[in-house]
T-cell receptor, first 112, second 116 residues
Framework: AQSVTQLGSHVSVSEGALVLLRCNYS??????LFWYVQYPNQGLQLLLK??????LVKGINGFEAEFKKSETSFHLTKPSAHMSDAAEYFC??????????FGKGTMLLVSP | EAGVAQSPRYKIIEKRQSVAFWCNPI?????LYWYQQILGQGPKLLIQ????????DSQLPKDRFSAERLKGVDSTLKIQPAKLEDSAVYLC??????????????FGEGSRLTVL
């Protein structure tokens, strides 16, 4: 079985501050891990993906995530938040099953 | 390259009525998915097609939901009769058969359903 837990349904940061969105996964086999972003009234867009090639993964818009097997985590970070980063972020896992399992999402709020 | 197209974007119906959503995937993408996204939750897979065959429909409420993908291209998701709890955004996604990881999906903008 596979599952994803995202800690915090809402995260608030100031513009220019560090962004940290937490994701922990459960998988019986080595997983593929993903972060998707959803802007208001839009579909989901792939932000970055972990494929076992490197534990630190860089994505679009300055985001990156680090795969930590010992902690079963795949947290998403960005050194400096922009107003345009305000959106909902979803962590997802695929353990070789045919389906992708999403977390419940974390809404990122960025204040000036 | 054109993205995944969905229509209608918004639909409001009364309970017990029927509704249909249409999806046209990215050209050449063999796999098509329908997800249900209820407010405050992550997307949940309803059905997955590989070409025009069903791969996984284990979470599709088959007493009221149906989906088809004729000719292995576009797809229709139908709800009949609708219940209040079906209010959600219905997301269509596609992925190519080759060159993409399991889970690397391309999403449409979604169809928002409100059931009154």
């Amino acid at each position: 079985a596979q599952s994803v837990t995202q800690l915090g349904s809402h995260v608030s940061v100031s513009e220019g501050a560090l962004v940290l969105l937490r994701c922990n996964y459960s998988s019986s086999v080595p997983p593929y891990l993903f972060w998707y972003v959803q802007y208001p009234n839009q579909g989901l867009q792939l932000l970055l993906k972990y494929t076992s090639a490197a534990t630190l993964v860089k994505g679009i818009n300055g985001f990156e995530a680090e795969f930590k097997k010992s902690e079963t985590s795949f947290h998403l970070t960005k050194p400096s938040a922009h107003m345009s980063d305000a959106a909902e972020y979803f962590c997802a896992v695929n353990s070789g099953y045919s389906t992708l399992t999403f977390g419940k999402g974390t809404m990122l709020l960025v204040s000036p | 390259e054109a993205g995944v197209a969905q229509s209608p974007r918004y639909k409001i119906i009364e309970k017990r009525q029927s509704v249909a959503f249409w999806c046209n995937p990215i050209s050449g993408h063999a796999t098509l998915y329908w997800y249900q996204q209820i407010l405050g939750q992550g997307p949940k897979l309803l059905i997955q097609f590989q070409n025009n065959g069903v791969v996984d429909d284990s979470q599709l409420p088959k007493d009221r939901f149906s989906a088809e993908r004729l000719k292995g291209v576009d797809s229709t998701l139908k709800i009949q009769p609708a219940k209040l709890e079906d209010s959600a955004v219905y997301l269509c996604a596609s992925s190519p058969q080759q060159g993409a990881l399991p889970g690397e999906l391309f999403f449409g903008e979604g169809s928002r359903l409100t059931v009154l």
